[in-house]
Structure formats: structure tokens, C-alpha cells
């Protein structure tokens, strides 16, 4: 039942204004995920972000939160699970790795 409640309240935060706007995710700054140059290492990378993302979309204290880092966190774990499904096939997805990076900045800028 506490999970249904959480639920609710995450679809009112996703109809809201403070929902994530996809066309709207770039964060001052630049990508770090495209200055990687092994492909090891780049894998390393989008997954320890995926994980993260995937751990806060878990959570049951940001699933009831007033911020939108549920939001972005369920954002950033679609993309980064994507942007490594690529990978794997040895293909960078620059738009992949880009949402990857911007919606967990965005997640993390939520959470603290």
C-alpha cells in the first residue's frame, strides 16, 4: 500500500511542472563521458552512473520526496542503461551518453 501511495505521488510529480523537460536537460558545463577515451573505462563509467540512477529511483525516500530527483533519476537510468546497451556493441551513442550524463547531473542537483 506505502508503495502505491509513493507511486501516486511520483506520477503527480511527473504531470507537474517541476517533471523532467527532456529538451530542456543541458547543465552548464561539458560532457566529461565524451573525453574518455577507452572504451573500458567509458563502460566503467555508465554503469557506475546507471547504478546510481537506479539506486535513487529505488528509493523510497526520493520516490516521496518533494524534489524531482526521483524524476531524473528514472530519466538517467533509462539513458544510461541504453547508452550502455551500445556499448556493448562497441557503438558510442553520443545522444545516449549525453542524456546519461545530463539526467544524473540533474538527479544529483535535486538530491543535494
Same mark, same amino acid.
Not at 523532467?20 to 567509458?42: H, K, N, P, V, Y
Given at each position: 500500500?506505502?508503495?502505491? !501511495? &509513493?507511486?501516486?505521488?511520483?506520477? *503527480?510529480?511527473? +504531470?507537474?511542472?517541476?517533471?523532467?523537460?527532456?529538451?530542456?536537460?543541458?547543465? #552548464?558545463?561539458?560532457?566529461?563521458?565524451?573525453?574518455?577515451?577507452?572504451?573500458?573505462?567509458?563502460?566503467?563509467?555508465v554503469?557506475?552512473?546507471?547504478?546510481?540512477?537506479?539506486? !535513487? &529511483?529505488?528509493?523510497?525516500?526520493? *520516490?516521496?520526496? +518533494?524534489?524531482?530527483?526521483?524524476?531524473?533519476?528514472?530519466?538517467?537510468?533509462? #539513458?544510461?542503461g541504453?547508452?550502455?546497451?551500445?556499448?556493448?556493441?562497441?557503438?558510442?551513442?553520443?545522444?545516449?551518453?549525453?542524456?546519461?550524463?545530463?539526467?544524473?547531473?540533474?538527479?544529483?542537483?535535486?538530491?543535494?
Open positions: 500500500m506505502k508503495h502505491l !501511495v &509513493a507511486l501516486a505521488i511520483a506520477a *503527480i510529480f511527473m +504531470s507537474s511542472a517541476q517533471a523532467a523537460d527532456l529538451g530542456q536537460c543541458r547543465i #552548464a558545463g561539458s560532457s566529461t563521458l565524451f573525453t574518455i577515451e577507452s572504451d573500458a573505462a567509458l563502460t566503467d563509467e554503469v557506475r552512473l546507471m547504478n546510481e540512477a537506479v539506486n !535513487v &529511483a529505488d528509493s523510497e525516500q526520493w *520516490i516521496i520526496s +518533494s524534489r524531482p530527483a526521483w524524476v531524473w533519476a528514472s530519466e538517467a537510468k533509462v #539513458a544510461c541504453k547508452a550502455y546497451g551500445y556499448l556493448r556493441y562497441n557503438v558510442r551513442d553520443e545522444q545516449n551518453l549525453d542524456n546519461c550524463e545530463c539526467f544524473y547531473r540533474r538527479m544529483q542537483q535535486y538530491m543535494y
